[in-house]
């Protein structure tokens, strides 16, 4: 015969079996998001907490923002940058050609050609 402490089989993401006895809900309210297609967003936030600046649209993926006149528009992609393109935005010109002529008078020595 079974306890009165048994475990009992509840299925996976079930809430609680009572959840008025357990816990009080938390106060919530929806604030309202406006993507450039159009789409109304309301996701609910808990009360007390301040709502982003800007919510992604679950249907299109645009950011939507709080003014529906002015929603903000697409973002902006930045087109795929090299190592080299992210090397000659730290270093000038002169500095890399100090940089090269260093590592080739490195290379020159380790290999007895100097």
Known sequence: MASGNAIRGVRVGSGPIRPDERCDPVPVRAVAYWCAN???IEPLFAADATAP???????????????????PGKPRSEPYKSHLAYVKER?????????????????RQRRGEE
């Open 53 to 71: 600046a800007t919510w992604e649209c679950p249907r299109c993926g645009l950011p939507a923002g709080r003014d529906e006149q002015h929603p």
């Open 38 to 40: 159009g789409h109304r």
């Open 91 to 107: 270093r000038s010109e002169a500095e890399g050609a100090a940089i090269l002529a260093e590592a080739l008078r490195q290379l």
